[in-house]
């Protein structure tokens, strides 16, 4: 696993330390089984970004703070310029830039992704609220409660989130969309 995700890994053991809570105590507080949580926190196994937005959510610290370790500041705005959102590589499939890393409390998480080309079967995942999804360029397979779709630049869906989703790049080329997360 690359140095990202030990980071987070390490973030995240952080907050449940000062939290004061068991691995079973984290794991029933998030709806997770505790083997998930001892994974995520040793850094060797990837962390979904449902989990990160789930843990942000109901412990009240930015997810960007789970993903970079710095405290966002701004209150009126945040300007992100092209390619400097704060970068997470979660695997070599999907690349997250946050575009409102520091936003304080932003009520949404605009995320541009970058989904590769692989082999692999779709990996699905769920997580609470709302979800809105922009192709910018290449062509995605996209998932959601058994169905799935294609999407081409233009395309959008905006979906719930707590139905199992996931997306895939297709024509052997990187797809990228802005993913806001409600």
């Known amino acids: 696993m690359n140095e990202h995700i030990k980071e987070i890994a390490e973030r995240l053991r952080g907050l449940r330390d000062s939290l004061d809570l068991s691995p079973a105590e984290m794991a029933e507080q998030c709806n997770r089984p505790v083997e998930d949580i001892l994974h995520y926190e040793t850094g060797q196994t990837d962390i979904p970004m449902s989990f990160l937005f789930d843990v942000s959510q109901r412990f009240n610290i930015d997810t960007s703070t789970l993903i970079s370790g710095e405290e966002p500041r701004m209150t009126a705005y945040f300007l ?12 070599k ?32 995942n769920t997580h609470k609220g709302e979800e809105f999804n922009y192709v910018l360029e290449g062509c995605l397979q996209f998932q959601i409660n058994g169905k799935d779709l294609i999407l081409t630049p233009g395309d959008s869906i905006y979906f719930d989130s707590s139905y199992p989703h996931g997306m895939k790049a297709l024509d052997h080329k990187p797809v990228k969309f802005l993913a806001i997360i409600l």
């Open 80 to 91: 992100t310029r092209h390619g400097t959102g704060t970068s997470v590589e979660r695997t």
């Open 93 to 124: 499939v999907y690349k997250y830039q946050s575009l409102a890393g520091g936003y304080i409390h932003p009520k949404a998480e605009p995320l541009e992704v970058t989904v590769e080309p692989n082999d692999n079967p779709i990996y699905l």
